[in-house]
């Protein structure tokens, strides 16, 4: 760690969001570099010198014990460890809740991480959220101009009996050499829970962007003249907005990102955001057959999954990104019945810009499960599944040689490795965090579980979060990986 050198501040191309930078930290993530720490000791920093593909800062603030971390989400391994209370499962627990606030609003988001008493940080009565992602090049005056896109949203209770409101939402476009003045321009804002926001939209002079600006523009009207975009682009936009108006809780962030491959990217990490915990008697039972397979985050119809690797029914395994929108969006559902063939009913969309879980490995998914198994736990050789002839359910069989051993006669420890291998060779997460596996895995398992995370996140652009106190997967880990969490502005190397 001696040798690293973290680059502080912004990246380049990126932005610092608004009315975020300069804010005092008592959440610190940082690098482990103790000198930088030092120097910058009152901000959040989360950089790192390896270029690891696509990066979203994301930027918490007064949420739980955090009062303002900056995360960088990128694909590979980011390790956070840190004393006992420092953070660490609040920061996960920061990532779920914007999960939930995407995909079922802010209110329902505060219930399932504790409720209101537990979630804003305590003295504090909103918690806010920023996203900065690059937009790309687009064509301005034709010639190219690289863009930034900021997102940010507070949530506020105006009182305990009422609900969680979004007060505060804004959306922003701007080209990097001039973050001052926005292409794009959208922001919701509301007094109180039950009071219907007016959004304040500001577009661009349609004349002096090309089609690309917007994905939008490009699919819906590429036949039409500019003069036509300009006049039907903003009502079209108010009819997405509207509904979402009507609810204090819901973002409007999902509802744009069906319309923008930016924006449905940043969606889909967060929709396909899981935590793992392992419950052993869960993946232990047996599950009844499905159109598709997929383990749940506990280890449940793990099975399924094993059953479709075996009889290469890779289709089964295929996750697509489902938004679960009202009927009321019917500009949507115009949209996505004249451009995706993947239109799948009432109350269901899915976004065309929306990204396919799949694994160019699957057929050798099998093959690695078993040989990570066999080389873990003797006297395993493969694992296989097996149909229950009282009522059609299957579960799966650890074997050794042609002796099976039932769910019930192998270890814990067994059951949840298959599980977590399973979770990395058959990826159903973009942003998959795990909590301190060394609480159910021996050393050497600690070991080949951080290699294969490696691999996955080559592959498959997975962005892993784990937390850990352990000694094995810390000397594994490379530098650049390592994100400590302190609480109170104190750094630890
Ligand atoms: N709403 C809140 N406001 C302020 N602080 C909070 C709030 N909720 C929890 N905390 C603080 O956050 C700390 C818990 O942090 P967390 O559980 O994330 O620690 P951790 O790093 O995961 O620790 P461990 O290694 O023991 O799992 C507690 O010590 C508590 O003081
Ligand atoms: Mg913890």
Known sequence: ??????????????????????????GLLCKANRASLQARNRHIVAHRTQKRGRIVRLTIKDYKSIGHAD???????????????????????????????????????????????????????????????????????????????SWGMTVKQAAAES????????????????????????????????????????????????RDLFKFWDSEYSSQPKARVAEAFPKLLKQILGRVLDEPDKSFLPALAAFDPVLANII?????????????????????????AQMAPNGAAVSLVVDALENERYHKLEQVQWLELDDDYRSQRYFMERHSPQYYGYRRYYSP???????????????NINKELAAAVRPITHVTVTTDPTNGKRFVVFMSGAEAFYPEEVSDGTVK???????LFVPFSRVYLLEEPE????????????????????QNNTIFFLSSHSATILNGAHPEEILIVTNWGCPVS
């Not at 590979?76 to 809740?97: A, D, E, M, W």
């Not at 490795?417 to 979770?423: E, G, Q, R, T």
């Not at 159910?440 to 995370?453: C, E, G, K, S």
């Open 353 to 367: 810009y929306s990204q396919r879980m799949t694994s160019p490995s699957l057929p050798q998914a099998l093959a």
């Open 439 to 458: 609480n159910f895995l021996h050393p050497w398992m600690q070991q080949r579980l951080i290699a294969v995370m490696r691999e996955q996140a080559k």
């Open 1 to 26: 760690m001696a040798g690293l050198k973290p680059t502080w501040g912004y990246s380049s191309g990126r932005r610092p969001l608004n009315g975020l930078r300069g804010v005092p930290a008592l």
């Open 268 to 292: 889909d990490s967060f929709t396909l955001l899981n935590e793992y915990n392992i419950v052993p008697d869960v993946a232990r039972a047996s599950s009844e057959q499905l159109p598709f």
């Open 71 to 149: 995360l960088d989400l990128r694909s590979g391994l980011n390790i956070l460890i840190g004393p006992n209370g420092s953070g660490k499962t609040c920061l996960l627990s920061s990532l779920k809740f914007l999960r939930d606030a995407f995909r079922l609003g802010a209110a329902q988001a505060l219930a399932r991480q504790g409720g209101a008493r537990r979630v804003y940080r305590h003295g504090c009565d909103a918690i806010s959220f920023a996203l900065a992602d690059s937009y790309g090049q687009r064509i301005y005056h034709h010639g190219r101009v690289a863009c930034s896109l």
């Open 163 to 210: 609900i969680a409101t979004i007060s505060n939402e804004t959306l922003t476009i701007a080209p990097d050499d001039n973050p001052g003045h926005p292409l794009f321009f959208i922001a919701v804002s509301r007094k109180g829970s039950f009071q219907k926001a007016t959004p304040t939209i500001n577009l661009p002079p349609i004349t002096d962007f090309g």
């Open 417 to 423: 490795w298959l599980c977590l291998l399973v979770s």
